[in-house]
């Protein structure tokens, strides 16, 4: 983690968080909020038809706050969670990397461009 990257827009990745209840989403955004600085809350849900919600925040991800390996007991969730992260490459693989420290994390799929990454996750808890 480069000490540059504090404070550089490149270093913020949009979490969204979907395709599950609202407490498993909030408990994943909280743990990553907790580990990277947040520019916005978990708070700011926004709905796409009935059965269509997404939970999001945005993260500072050059310096993250506190080890994820550090915590004390794991969340469980209830079901998976969708994640999609979006940002730098290097500052995508470091909230993934957080997340997987946490939970177990299945690569869905990426899609990059010249300076930006957008990958999707499925995060489930550990067994």
Known sequence: ?????????????????????????????????????????????????QAATVWSATLDAAKPTEPAEGRAAPVRLKDAVKVTLQGSPRAVERVQAALAALFTVEDMGAVSGDQETEIELRVRSRS
């Open 1 to 49: 983690m480069d000490s540059h990257d504090k404070g550089n827009p490149v270093a913020e990745v949009l979490v969204a968080a979907g395709d599950c209840s609202e407490e498993d989403a909030r408990a994943v955004l909280d743990l990553l909020e907790r580990s990277f600085p947040a520019d916005a809350g978990a708070g700011g849900a926004v709905q796409g038809g």
